[in-house]
């Protein structure tokens, strides 16, 4: 059999008119049965293959991104525990707040102030009685009889002066 270079000298470089000419027939079969094993298996290999290497990337990543986890959970513990600490503060102070804002045994802030504004009632309604029994008589009880009438006027709370305008 003619050489492959005799046969078209031009098409083939010279590497592989050395190696073709000292191949085997049993070697060319091999050649053969690995193309052919290659072309009909290889694109499932070669998913196995990225699949791994896809594994083996998202392994590493995952590793790269806990790797300062350990620092993070002890700074996570300590701020939560500064937290616990602040907010148990904060509940005792709500507490007398609370206590001081609702109505209990009459020592609260809240019960002063209904007292108080109570009381401030009771000597608007007086003052106003006092007036209306003067005017009955047909005595001017003071040249500023109407700014003290404007003043107890005043002593009522905006809520409610309001709502008595509308």
Same mark, same amino acid.
Request: glycine share 4%.
């Given at each position: 059999m003619p050489a492959?270079?005799?046969?078209?000298?031009?098409?083939?470089?010279?590497w592989f008119t050395a190696?073709?000419?000292?191949?085997?027939l049993i070697e060319l079969l091999i050649?053969?049965?690995?193309?052919?094993?290659?072309?009909k298996?290889?694109?499932?290999?070669?998913?196995?293959?990225?699949a791994v290497a896809t594994g083996i990337l998202a392994v590493a990543k995952t590793l790269d991104s806990?790797?300062?986890l350990t620092a993070f959970m002890a700074a996570t513990t %300590?701020?939560?525990? !500064?937290?616990?600490?602040?907010?148990?503060?904060?509940? @005792?102070?709500?507490v007398g707040i609370y206590h001081e804002t609702h109505k209990n045994d009459g020592s609260s802030i809240k019960d002063a102030g209904l007292r108080?504004?109570?009381a401030v009632d009771r000597l608007e309604r007086g003052m106003l009685a006092v007036f209306v029994l003067l005017d009955a008589?047909?005595?001017?009880? %003071?040249?500023?009889? !109407?700014?003290?009438?404007?003043?107890?006027?005043?002593? @009522?709370?905006?809520?409610?002066r309001s709502h008595d305008h509308h």
């Open positions: 492959p270079a005799e046969l078209m000298p031009e098409l083939f470089p010279a190696w073709a000419s000292s191949v085997t050649y053969a049965l690995a193309i052919a094993a290659v072309l298996w290889g694109k499932r290999w070669w998913r196995g293959v990225v806990i790797q300062g %300590a701020t939560l525990a !500064d937290q616990t600490k602040t907010m148990a503060t904060q509940d @005792h102070q709500l108080t504004e109570e008589a047909g005595i001017r009880a %003071a040249a500023d009889e !109407d700014s003290i009438r404007q003043e107890l006027e005043d002593t @009522h709370p905006k809520e409610k």
